[in-house]
């Protein structure tokens, strides 16, 4: 079946701009996360979604980082006035439970200039 | 979460067993071992995940040390395809959701 799918899958921007990042998750999937790769680094927590839930935004990384999910399916990451540092893939995954492995997309990578 | 320790490289031959092995030694009576690859411009996929007993699945076995502190990832025939960084985390089932990343082993399978 479809995987978690994410757009777009390559983005370069101008620093000061925003930027929308779109992840659909597997259908049926109640929770769904944001992280953030940088270049050869690990995966950094950015966001979680479970069902009708209040999110956990604790980790994202300043106030221009938000994120919606909306109608339980598909979610959005906006970033706001882009920064150089920004720069980095954004991984979207989703879980049928909490309990659950998380399958990932694979990612957004995003480029300020 | 526990912390988990990992070499950072390890190199097989393809056609050969791939052991990847990681130290969770503060690990807790309630936290699951998980393992996970990146391969290259992919995002991370799940490979397997046990408590205490050894489990196997179409992809690998993971082998838990009786006291849990350790635990050793075998993939039994490693091919180019399985060239990845492998992720070891600990993980609170029913109350974490946060996996937190290592650095991971970055396997080469040479021809």
């Known amino acids: 079946g479809a995987g978690v799918s994410q757009s777009p899958s390559n983005k370069v921007t101008e620093k000061g701009k925003d930027v929308e990042l779109r992840c659909d998750p597997i259908?049926?999937?109640?929770?769904l996360y944001w992280y953030r790769q940088s270049l050869g680094q690990g995966l950094e927590f950015l966001i979680y979604?479970?069902?009708?839930?209040?999110?956990?935004k604790s980790g994202l990384p300043s106030d221009r980082f938000s994120a919606e999910r909306t109608g339980g399916s598909v979610s959005t990451l906006t970033i706001q006035r882009t920064q150089q540092e920004d720069s980095a893939v954004y991984l979207c995954?989703?879980?049928?439970?909490?309990?659950?492995?998380?399958?990932f997309g694979n990612g957004t990578r995003l480029t300020v200039t | 979460d526990a912390k988990t320790t990992q070499p950072p490289s390890m190199d097989c031959a393809e056609g050969r067993a791939a052991n990847l092995p990681c130290n969770h030694s503060t690990i807790s009576g309630n936290e699951y071992v998980y393992w996970y690859r990146q391969i290259h411009s992919q995002g991370p996929q799940y490979i397997i995940h046990g408590l205490k007993n050894n489990e196997t699945n179409e992809m690998a076995s993971l082998i838990i040390t009786e006291d849990r502190k350790s635990s050793t990832l075998i993939l039994p025939h490693a091919t180019l395809r399985d060239t990845a960084v492998y992720y070891c985390i600990v993980r609170v089932v029913d109350s974490s959701y946060k996996l937190i990343f290592g650095s991971g082993t970055r396997l080469l399978v040479r021809p």
């Open positions: 259908s049926g999937h109640t929770a």
């Open positions: 979604f479970q069902g009708n839930s209040a999110p956990d």
């Open positions: 995954a989703s879980s049928p439970t909490l309990n659950s492995p998380l399958h």
